[in-house]
């Protein structure tokens, strides 16, 4: 069964030279509404209808700690600063505390972080995972596409996972969270909004999930100065700059 981490991770706030490299082709951030109440879920969002999000997966090593993104039966992304040695990824979930009958658990055969993947500055914080066996496609498992080019400013995206629904304390849902936001006009983080984000500062439980952008995954969660703050807005793996890399590792595995 799933269980929630309640441990909580503590990023380091980057100096004022590589914060300014937040907003790099690398990565984006996304622009975000100040809600008017702490509504209890991703903050600023919504419970997803169920099993409405089939390439959302969970990342698991007997606890859940890490989202991530079904490309294909065989491959899943998922952010760098996710990796274990050792995982399962459960596919197929909504209710993350109990068994549904529609889940399936499969033994990641290789994990492969991005060769120029930054621990310091979370630089290329990407990771590709190969299953074995392939997973079973069906309505509630199922690959998003990858991108067919970048996504433009002002383009709207949904963000998912379990992750701590607080932008003050911890609140961890049992049922899959959606967040829908915007990519922003602007080149520079640091938006004068707040209140919706995905919060894996607090908890690592978001990391690593899905930015998925007119049906195509453009990026992956990567991480926030704080959590749904106004100013400190998420930053995510800009997917569609690293095509090249996955369709090489994929084919070279």
């Not at 490299?21 to 969002?45: E, M, Q, R, Y």
């Not at 990519?183 to 899905?210: F, N, R, T, W, Y």
Request: glycine share 8%.
């Amino acid at each position: 069964t799933y269980q929630k981490s309640l441990s909580q991770i503590t990023l380091k706030y980057m100096n004022n030279r590589a914060y300014s490299k937040f907003h790099n082709s690398s990565n984006f951030s996304l622009s975000v509404a100040f809600p008017t109440d702490d509504d209890d879920k991703i903050v600023g969002g919504y419970t997803c209808e169920a099993h409405s999000v089939p390439y959302q997966v969970s990342l698991n090593s007997g606890y859940h700690f890490c989202g991530g993104s079904l490309i294909s039966d065989q491959w899943v992304v998922s952010a760098a600063h996710c990796y274990k040695s050792r995982m399962k990824v459960g596919l197929g979930a909504h209710n993350i505390e109990v068994l549904e009958g529609n889940e399936q658990f499969i033994k990641a055969a290789k994990i492969i972080v991005h060769p120029k993947y930054n621990r310091k500055t979370l630089d290329n914080d990407i990771m590709l995972i190969k299953l074995d066996p392939p997973a079973t496609l069906n309505n509630q498992v199922a690959a998003i596409p990858l991108p067919t080019r970048c996504a433009a400013a002002g383009t709207q995206c949904l963000i998912s996972g379990w992750g701590n629904t607080k932008s003050s304390g911890s609140s961890f849902p049992e049922l899959l969270q959606c967040l829908e936001a915007p990519i922003p006009k602007h080149d520079v983080p640091g938006l004068p909004e707040g209140g919706k984000d995905s919060c894996q500062v607090v908890a690592l439980v978001d990391s690593g999930g899905p930015v998925v952008c007119n049906g195509q995954l453009q990026g992956i969660v990567s991480w926030a100065m704080a959590c749904a703050l106004k100013g400190k807005p998420g930053v995510y793996t800009k997917v569609c700059n690293y095509l090249s890399w996955i369709q090489k590792t994929i084919a070279d595995n």
